[in-house]
């Protein structure tokens, strides 16, 4: 079956434009995730939805950002303003969680932003 | 979510086994660990995770030790497909039911012909 897709693939923007990201999980996974990953750096937690949970937002580094998922499908990660220090690669990835115990993370390919 | 430590980098030779070490000495008995890597400009892969006993799968095998205060993440015949970063991370279900988990700088494996 399909993996989780992201789009753009790469995006070249100017500072102080609006970008929004785009994450299609897998299907029939509840849990849905973004990270940042900086250049020569690990994966920073951003947001997390869980079903028609109230996300997990404490991750996202200023009111620039904010994520939005319809249901249990696609996720629309979008920052506003645009700053240089955007600059990275953003992850989505999405998992299925039995009762009782974490589940393994699958991850998109990511979208390379990059803001001149 | 309980700290992890990895060495920065490593070298193993192709064919050899590949032994990535990882310390978590604050694990918490309810914390899994996991291990995930990254083919350079390619997404995160799980690769396996364990609680207490010692797991295998096909891609690799993880020795926890008794106190569960480190582990080892072993590639038994290293190829150069497997050169990317490795990720070591503990973490377990919180009240919302999912893991939210901080991926370090991991080690970097470089497999050499």
């Known amino acids: 079956g399909a993996g989780v897709s992201q789009s753009p693939s790469n995006k070249v923007t100017e500072k102080g434009k609006d970008v929004e990201l785009r994450c299609d999980p897998i299907?029939?996974?509840?849990?849905l995730y973004w990270y940042r990953q900086r250049l020569g750096q690990g994966l920073e937690f951003l947001i997390y939805?869980?079903?028609?949970?109230?996300?997990?937002k404490s991750g996202l580094p200023s009111d620039r950002f904010s994520a939005e998922r319809t249901g249990e499908s696609v996720s629309t990660l979008t920052i506003q303003r645009t700053q240089q220090e955007d600059s990275a690669v953003y992850l989505c990835?999405?998992?299925?969680?039995?009762?009782?115990?974490?589940?393994?993370?699958?991850f998109g390919p990511g979208t390379r932003l990059t803001v001149l | 979510d309980a700290k992890t430590t990895q060495p920065p980098s490593m070298d193993c030779a192709e064919g050899r086994a590949a032994n990535l070490p990882c310390n978590h000495s604050?694990?918490?008995?309810?914390?899994?660990v996991y291990w995930y890597r990254q083919i350079h400009s390619q997404g995160p892969q799980y690769i396996i995770h364990?609680?207490?006993n010692n797991e295998t799968n096909e891609m690799a095998s993880l020795i926890i030790t008794e106190d569960r205060k480190s582990s080892t993440l072993i590639l038994p015949h290293a190829t150069l497909r497997d050169t990317a970063v490795y990720y070591c991370?503990?973490?377990?279900?919180?009240?919302?039911?999912?893991?939210?988990?901080?991926f370090g700088i991991g080690t970097k494996l470089q497999v050499i012909p």
């Open positions: 990835a999405s998992s299925y969680s039995p009762a009782g115990r974490p589940g393994e993370q699958f």
């Open positions: 299907s029939g996974h509840t849990a």
């Open positions: 939805f869980q079903g028609n949970s109230a996300p997990d």
């Open positions: 604050t694990i918490s008995g309810n914390e899994y």
């Open positions: 364990g609680l207490k």
């Open positions: 991370i503990v973490s377990d279900m919180n009240s919302g039911g999912y893991q939210k988990v901080t």
